[in-house]
């Protein structure tokens, strides 16, 4: 087993962290071996001393067959020794067999970040501390690649971080041009909607006393669910949603419905919020 930082063997028990959550962070190069394989005996150490002159560009993480089954079915290996790069999660390039020196080092060297890659990660550093430098390094990124979706995105992320909902509108209709938006995205636009809602919705306090003194005014109900929501008290919001919903048909339950979609977007398919609303906002509408 090698000494280096950048080269790990992996188990069934560690595959997730040491593949797929450190693809998050830098390229993995993820080597499907066994130690009674001819070809992997030399493959091997040759990915090793490459990764060490790559000195923390890409990671090497090695998997022996015969310890990690489950993981080598789910990466459909059929022989060995089999070779994946993996980036934030994903497959990106694979080969199966053994490979020159020249060819591996070509191959390795394709998954270093490009310059842009770079500018995002730097962007991504820095835009919780931040946002404006981030939003002109997600800006260079998107100027010297058009589509990087990803750079795109961190415009749009880092543009509403600042309150600046034009631009942000802006960048997402650019986005949504192609004909849809990544989840992101969507998360994005819907936020976006809501901060729109929260400036011209009136104030919090003001709103709740007017839903108490006239509890059946839907349209008022609306209003303080929209500021709720704005202001990032979702549960409450959605509380409010669901009760003009619950009202029965009309704009105004229509308009409840939306709301509680596009927050489902902003918290997460995975929130226990959007699980639970979900189940209550299918009752209100059967």
């Known amino acids: 087993m090698s000494n280096s930082p950048w080269v790990t063997e992996t188990s069934a028990a560690t595959f997730e962290v040491d593949v797929i959550e ?69 497959v990106v390039d694979s080969f199966v067999g053994l490979l020159t020196e020249p060819q591996l080092r070509q191959w390795m060297e394709s998954l270093l970040p490009t310059e842009t890659d770079l500018l995002v990660q730097q962007a991504e550093a820095c835009e ?43 960048t997402l209709a650019k986005l949504q041009e192609r004909g849809y938006l990544e989840p992101e995205g969507e998360k994005l636009l819907a936020e976006l909607h809501l901060r729109r809602s929260r400036l011209s919705g009136g104030d919090l306090s003001a709103l709740q006393q007017k839903v108490k003194e006239a509890p059946n005014d839907l349209p008022m ?17 959605l509380n409010e949603c669901l009760t003009v919903v619950e009202a029965g048909p009309g704009p105004s339950r229509d308009r409840g419905r939306e709301l509680m979609v596009s927050t489902f977007k902003i918290m997460g398919e995975n929130s226990p919020l959007t699980n639970s609303f979900r189940r209550s906002l299918s009752l209100a509408l059967c």
Request: with cysteine.
């Open 22 to 90: 450190r693809s998050k962070g830098v390229p993995v190069v993820l080597d499907f071996w066994a130690a009674w394989c001819g070809p992997c005996r030399k493959l091997g150490p040759m990915l090793e001393k490459m990764t060490a002159e790559f000195a923390g560009q890409i990671a090497l993480v090695k998997a022996d067959v015969d310890q990690t089954p489950e993981q080598a079915q789910a990466f459909r290996v059929e022989s060995i020794p089999a070779v994946y790069a993996v980036r934030n999660g994903q």
């Open 128 to 170: 919780g501390t931040d946002p404006a430098i981030a939003e002109s390094l997600f800006q260079k990124a998107l100027d010297k690649e058009e589509d990087l979706i990803a750079a795109a995105i961190g415009v749009a992320r880092t543009q509403l971080a600042q309150e600046k909902l034009t631009e942000a509108e802006q």
């Open 221 to 237: 109900r609306l209003q303080l669910a929209e500021a709720l929501l704005a202001g990032g008290q979702y549960e409450e919001g």
